[in-house]
């Protein structure tokens, strides 16, 4: 996956320190609940849970 996800311009965005990026998951994640992402050639795979919460896994 090589897109870039624009910065969120929310009020929650706003309370984060402005040199953090801040990305939205389900932008992230736009066909299904997970994502596949990788880190110095290793994949790691992040994936939204039933509950709506985050999962990050090797």
Do not use: H, W
């Not at 870039?4 to 992230?28: C, E, G, H, K, N």
């Amino acid at each position: 996956m090589n897109a870039m996800v624009p910065p969120m311009q929310s009020a929650a965005a706003d309370s984060v320190a402005a040199d953090i990026a801040t990305y939205d998951v389900r932008a992230l994640i736009e066909t299904g609940v997970q994502a596949r992402l990788v880190l110095d050639g290793q994949p790691y795979f992040l994936r939204i849970t039933r509950a709506g919460k985050l999962i990050l896994t090797k």
